[in-house]
């Protein structure tokens, strides 16, 4: 089946600053969902981003089906962005393969 | 966006007991699943379901079963509750094809004792 890595594991920010969360597939997908999971554990869905940019906010998704891998933005990172981000992707009719996710901590 | 309705939200209860969890959606979504998660940690898919009265074990070996009578509804039952079932279950649908997005419920926090 699809393998999922995500990195990097653990990422601690100083608000404000920017990063890039990535998503490598081992193969094709024609899902793929970045999720943040806060910290009383519920999962929000970011983007549904199978190809190409989207952009919500401060927050903004490529993926490039091609290559395999998929990148989340964080601009002006605050600390209600801290928590896990998870990706996940699939093709047919075989359920979701999650990553194991990036925890992110975003400190004043 | 799909609604998704978990109950309950938390659970504490001693080792033995029956356990149903329930989760319910009003989206007419075909596709039901049950994850399994230690906060923070990785998702576990345990079960799904891709219509009434077809169900599915996920790739994480679990004690736990379900059933899906009505599309609406996917309940998942501990028949005999332990300390190793303490975890967050979440439950999650989404539509007919392929390409369509999953959506989550809140999540039931189970704690045994």
């Known amino acids: 089946g699809i393998q999922v890595e995500q990195s990097p594991p653990d990422l601690i920010l100083q608000e404000g600053a920017n990063s890039t969360l990535r998503c490598n597939f081992s193969?094709?997908?024609?899902?793929l969902q970045w999720f943040h999971q806060n910290p009383w554990g519920q999962l929000i869905n970011l983007f549904y981003?199978?190809?190409g940019t989207k952009q919500n906010g401060r927050l903004s998704a490529t993926t490039v089906a091609t290559e395999r891998y998929s990148l989340l933005y964080i601009s002006s990172s605050q600390t209600t962005d801290s928590g896990v981000y998870f990706c996940?992707?699939?093709?047919?009719?075989?359920?979701?393969?999650f990553g194991k996710g990036t925890r992110l901590s975003v400190i004043a | 966006e799909a609604d998704i309705y978990q109950t309950p939200r938390y659970l504490v209860i001693g080792t033995g007991k029956k356990i149903t969890l329930e989760c319910s959606q009003t989206?007419?979504?075909?596709?039901m699943y049950w994850y399994q998660q230690d906060p923070g940690m990785e998702l576990h898919l345990i079960h799904y379901?891709?219509?009434?009265?077809?169900?599915e074990k996920g790739d994480l070996s679990s004690e736990s079963t379900v059933s899906r009578i009505r599309t609406e509804h996917f309940p998942l039952t501990l028949e005999s509750a332990r300390p190793s079932h303490t975890s967050q279950y979440l439950c999650?649908?989404?539509?007919?094809?392929?390409?369509?997005?999953?959506?989550f419920g809140d999540g039931t926090r189970l704690s045994i004792l």
């Open positions: 999650a649908t989404s539509g007919r094809n392929s390409n369509q997005p999953q959506h």
């Open positions: 193969d094709s997908v024609n899902n």
């Open positions: 981003i199978p190809s």
């Open positions: 996940a992707g699939g093709s047919g009719n075989t359920p979701l393969v």
């Open positions: 989206m007419g979504h075909d596709k």
């Open positions: 379901s891709y219509g009434v009265n077809s169900t």
